[in-house]
């Protein structure tokens, strides 16, 4: 299963409320607490960032950062309480790619992770296929069967963000202002645009296999990965 964020913290409080809020705002967290539970998470699953905490219980995340570093280049942003300068400058130097102090804002949190989120997502993926469906994010291209579909600019922007989201619920907020952005638009536009893509890429509109409709909340484009 894919996660766009990790935090590797042991104090459980902050740690919870933090992954409420980044899963409200549609980034897809999960917690662990030491060292260990961080190595087992990421052999089971795929992570786009790290918020990694310098006091880990007996270990240390400047330690688990240099193991880390071994075999992932995964951004990792340090969150501690610690103020050093000497602190700040080992973090950076041993492979970190930020270092946020505690007590921190949520919300600044939440913009530094999904600026975070957006150079990595973009840099990582430049074509998706599955099955007889195939994205090409670089030419701004779909085919299906082989075969070139036609799309409009905003069809195809609504599609690639739901395409490099899969498997995650998108709140139908974060589709208007990461696809729409500054623009207006209402839920009448959005199930518009969802409906043609599905007239476009599935094989039964009606009975979607992609693109998925998730009551109340927004939509899922689903796919089996390994």
Known sequence: ???????????????????????????????????????????KHQVDVIL?????????????????????DIPILFISARTSDDDMVLALNIGGDDYIQKPYALS????????VLRRYQDTTETRFAHQDLVVDFDQMSVYLEGKKVALRSLEFKL???????????VPKAELFARVWGESFTSENTLNVHIRHLREKIEKDPTNPAYIKTVWGTGYIFEVEES
């Open 52 to 72: 990694l905490d310098i006091n880990l219980g007996t270990t240390s995340g400047f330690a688990l950062c240099r193991r880390l570093r071994e075999t992932t």
């Open 159 to 169: 599609l690639a963000y739901l395409v490099t989201n899969r498997n995650r619920v």
């Open 1 to 43: 299963m894919k996660y766009d964020c990790l935090i590797v913290d042991d104090e459980e409080m902050l740690s919870e409320s933090t992954k409420e809020y980044f899963t409200t705002f549609g980034v897809r967290t999960a917690w662990v607490t030491d060292e260990k539970s961080c190595l087992e998470f990421l052999r």
């Open 108 to 115: 600044v949190l939440l913009a530094k992770v999904k600026a």
